[in-house]
């Protein structure tokens, strides 16, 4: 009995541990099941967030591709985030420079109200913004994994907490790698945003930056197009559409319609002078000066290195539409404009054409205005209306400036000289070189005919030492072949005065010479006075070298006592117009003898040129003038008679 008992006892126990044992295999499969349940559950989460994100990237690069708005990218991006990346809000802000605020542009998943309150960068990490702050200034996507346990905030947070929005993630948006804008995403799921989801929104976010950067130097180019680099102001492309929009849009009866155009005078010695960055720095100051004084229809542009233009479109008489153009000039060039430490005046001169004929299009009004403005400068008027004649005087005139270029090329230019006599005992005393054109169809040419184009083409530089080179050239073959000494004279322009090489031009002139070079150089007052301290400046360094200084056309300029007395010169040239008249105007004669007496207590030479009569010559002896030119000694004369005629005994 009890062997039984003991038997039915072990196979009890038998049983028992295969059934733990199979209650064990079972438990632990069945463990085994979960995880895997779990591990499957979570890397479908996983594979579910990250296809949102890869939905988002695909549709935002679909619309970048299409779209080349900024603000229209912007609204698709928010609402691609919303609708195929299931994101809660989305909203996307510019960064405004020179502020501490971004202003929202587009949103999606959020109230208008909140959507487009600006938002404050502020400092602390203590509110959903303060992310935003973080990613602008660090450059770098910020991310908050628990959006309630930040306190504070604007109504996009408090609107984000009351739809359950648990986390978010600010994204900064790049141009020209610089921070322009950010872009916001929030998210159902707490630490939604992980390595993973960062790294396809750190590629979202960069391409969106490439289409903002791209979209800018379109932009820029578009702009660029039809404006002006330096001023801002509309180009010349850009005027002659406006101009073209003004001439097609119904006019009434009496209205004008047309183009004006201004020059600013002398420009390029500014340049010259003072440097390009002061040449710019002064043309950015007449566009600000343009833009106050035209009216906004008139839209002010610039179409040449120093050339401003406004369309006309207004219900006015001409006359009534010049004195409008005057008071635009005034307004613009009235006063002095400080740039780089420099006080300077500039002189504008217009040209103006309007509408005679229904068929003047924008293009032929534009070159009619051009050839007004050409004519206002030679003619030294402020402006002047386009008249159909100008257009066979501007022919000629190119005509000639072509010519005069092949003159230069082809060594056309000569010198003849005018004898300088001493007024008590005759003796030769010097020569002015003045520069004559042999043309060989048409023989001698006036001065007065070429030398204002060279001014105007600024060939007279080259000219200008040419003469002075020839000169001292003649000078010194008469010394060695014809034993005759005498100094030489040549006139200098503005053009070369002011020009920055002026100095060294000299000083490669008279560098032949081993004494001191016979060499006197003739400047008008009223150029000496254009910019003193710096034409001192030049003179001093000139009068070093041995060369003599002296004023020109003495009388006629504005130069006071003291100016006067600065200035490193040895003569004064009395004005032929006061020794012309000075025996039949009383007044003329007081101008000589206070010319005279000033010049001798400055111990300075004196000449009295435009001497045609012995009368003339009688009153500058009494007057104890030092020296006489004019034809009543002798004429120009080429370099062949003129040593005849200084010979002794002639």
């Not at 309630?148 to 141009?175: C, D, N, Q």
């Not at 005498?486 to 002011?498: F, G, T, Y």
């Not at 600065?566 to 206070?594: C, G, H, Q, W, Y």
Request: charged share 25%.
């Amino acid at each position: 009995m009890g062997d039984r008992v003991v038997g039915v006892i072990d196979v009890f126990s038998r049983e028992r541990i295969e059934l733990d044992d199979r209650l064990t295999d079972t438990l632990n499969t069945l463990g085994i099941q979960i995880g895997q349940f779990f591990v499957r559950s979570a890397q479908h989460q996983r594979i579910v967030r990250l296809t949102r994100v890869y939905a988002v990237l695909s549709g935002i690069n679909a619309a970048i591709v299409r779209i080349r708005d900024r603000r229209q990218l912007f609204h698709e991006a928010c609402h691609i985030a919303v609708r195929e990346g299931n994101f809660g809000m989305a909203w996307i802000g510019e960064v405004v420079v020179g502020t501490a605020q971004v202003v929202p542009l587009a949103w999606a998943g959020i109230g208008d109200e909140s959507g487009a309150e600006p938002l404050t960068l502020a400092v602390g990490g203590q509110s959903g913004e303060s992310a935003i702050a973080e990613a602008v200034r660090s450059e770098q996507a910020c991310v908050v994994h628990h959006l309630s346990r930040r306190k504070g905030g604007g109504k996009r947070r408090t609107e984000a907490l009351r739809r359950g929005y648990r986390s978010m993630i600010a994204m900064p948006l790049f141009v020209e790698s610089k921070v322009c804008g950010v872009m916001v995403l929030y998210a159902e799921e707490a630490e939604y945003f992980t390595a993973e989801e960062r790294t396809l929104l750190d590629e979202l976010a960069n391409d969106i930056s490439f289409a903002l950067d791209y979209m800018a130097k379109q932009d820029q180019l578009t702009y660029l197009a039809r404006h002006d680099a330096l001023t801002g102001l509309p180009n010349r492309a850009e005027l002659l559409d406006r101009l073209r929009d003004a001439l097609q849009d119904p006019v009434g009866n009496g209205d004008i319609v047309g183009v004006v155009v201004w020059d600013v005078h002398r420009f390029r010695h500014i340049n010259d002078t003072f440097g390009r960055q002061v040449g710019d720095t002064l043309l950015k100051a007449l566009a600000q000066r343009f833009r106050a004084a035209c009216p906004h229809t008139l839209n002010p542009a610039r179409i040449g290195v120093d050339q401003f233009a406004c369309v006309i479109r207004a219900e006015h008489e001409l006359t009534d539409l010049a004195h409008h153009i005057e008071q635009t000039t005034q307004a613009v060039a009235g006063q002095r404009l400080m740039v780089g430490g420099h006080a300077l005046h500039v002189t504008l001169a217009a040209g103006i054409a309007v509408r005679a004929h229904e068929e003047d299009d924008a293009d032929t009004l534009l070159r009619n205005a051009e050839a007004a403005l050409r004519q206002a400068k030679r003619s030294g008027v402020s402006y002047l209306f386009y008249e159909p004649e100008m257009n066979a005087f501007i022919a000629r005139t190119l005509f000639l400036e072509n010519r005069l270029r092949q003159a230069l090329e082809r060594k056309e230019f000569v010198l003849h000289y005018q004898p300088k006599v001493c007024a008590v005992t005759g003796a030769i005393t010097g020569l002015e070189a003045l520069i004559r054109w042999q043309d060989p169809d048409n023989g001698l040419v006036s001065p007065a005919v070429f030398i204002p184009i060279l001014e105007e083409t600024g060939m007279i530089i080259q000219v200008g030492q040419w003469a002075i080179q020839s000169a001292l050239a003649d000078a010194m073959r008469w010394r060695e072949m014809h034993g005759i000494t005498s100094r030489v004279a040549v006139n200098v322009s503005s053009l070369q005065l002011q020009h920055k090489d002026f100095v060294d031009a000299i000083r490669e002139a008279v560098s032949g010479w081993d004494a001191a070079p016979p060499l006197d150089l003739e400047i008008t007052e009223s150029m000496l006075m254009a910019d003193l301290d710096g034409n001192v400046k030049r003179l001093e360094a000139v009068r070093d070298m041995g060369v003599r200084i002296a004023i020109d056309d003495f009388g006629t300029g504005y130069s006071s006592l003291g100016y006067l007395a600065r200035l490193p010169v040895n003569a004064l040239k009395i004005d032929r117009s006061f020794v012309s008249s000075m025996s039949m105007t009383p007044e003329d004669m007081t101008i000589v003898s206070t010319i005279i007496s000033l010049a001798h207590s400055l111990d300075l030479k004196v000449i009295g040129e435009g001497v045609e009569t012995e009368e003339q010559a009688k009153f500058l002896r009494l007057l104890k003038c030092n020296e006489l030119q004019g034809f009543l000694i002798s004429s120009p004369l080429p370099p062949e008679d003129l040593v005849a005629f200084m010979r002794p005994g002639r």
